[in-house]
């Protein structure tokens, strides 16, 4: 379940995202939310929680010069999609990104991220 602590707000996203396992470049899922310091993936399995992954988010040429960036993020929830009964959301938080990625992290969050509507 979603842990309700949550310290940054979270931002829907509003682009398609991929995020790639930095081994084996498999697509592991597409960006739901994100926020300053982690993110929501939409995903095909459950992750396991509090287990760490090194992640590849390849860029485009508006936010970067640089073709992607490489982090690792710590899985904090899992649960299955509300909407589709063969997907996942896991939620990550960032435990280890390098300072010049990070700045690129934030250009993302402030350039794709949408604040979400409070109903």
């Not at 509090?50 to 073709?67: G, M």
């Not at 997907?87 to 350039?111: S, Y």
């Amino acid at each position: 379940m979603a842990d309700n602590r949550r310290l940054d707000e979270r931002r829907k996203f509003g682009y398609y995202m991929r995020v790639l396992d930095n081994s084996t470049q498999e697509l592991v899922g597409y960006l739901a939310d994100i926020s300053p310091h982690g993110f929501k993936l939409d995903s095909k399995q459950a992750l396991q929680v509090n287990k760490d992954y090194s992640f590849r988010l390849d860029l485009t040429a508006e936010i970067s010069e640089k073709p992607y960036i490489v982090f690792v993020a710590r899985t904090k929830w899992t649960q299955p999609d509300s909407t589709d009964p063969y997907a996942h959301n896991d939620g990550f938080q960032i435990v280890n990104i390098a300072p010049r990625d990070e700045e690129i992290f934030q250009r993302i969050v402030v350039k794709y991220g949408t604040p979400e509507t409070k109903w």
